[in-house]
């Protein structure tokens, strides 16, 4: 199983990312609940966003009306559209079930800075 999220990159406070998680070797509809998760320098990871198979999403109150998780079951794909990102969103950013049970990638790295 690997899960690969892409999309992060260095944007200024204010803009706007998309990312991907692409996953292989899992049949990505068995998963019921999907996640987000963020890991800021010297800090714990933590649970951005989630979404169920039937599209259900709850969100952190810190990216509440900013961040916006979806996916596609048939192409394995999970989303997170990312709004008026602000300095302290900089951090890597993980995909993983809810539970965590699968391996963590690698990440995508999201930078806010001016």
């Known amino acids: 199983v690997q899960l690969q999220a892409s999309g992060g990159g260095l944007v200024q406070p204010g803009g706007s990312l998309r990312l991907s998680c692409a996953a292989s070797?899992?049949?990505?509809?068995?998963?019921?609940?999907m996640a987000w998760f963020r890991q800021a320098p010297g800090k714990q990871r933590e649970l951005v966003a989630l979404?169920?198979?039937?599209?259900?999403?709850n969100y952190v109150d810190f990216v509440k009306g900013r961040f916006a998780i979806s996916r596609d079951n048939a192409k394995n794909t999970m989303y997170l559209q990312m709004n008026s990102l602000k300095p302290e969103d900089t951090a890597v950013y993980y995909c993983?079930?809810?539970?965590?049970?699968?391996?963590w990638g690698q990440g995508t790295l999201v930078t806010v800075s001016s």
């Open positions: 070797g899992i049949i990505f509809s068995s998963k019921a609940m």
């Open positions: 979404i169920s198979n039937a599209g259900s999403t």
């Open positions: 993983n079930s809810f539970f965590r049970d699968l391996p």
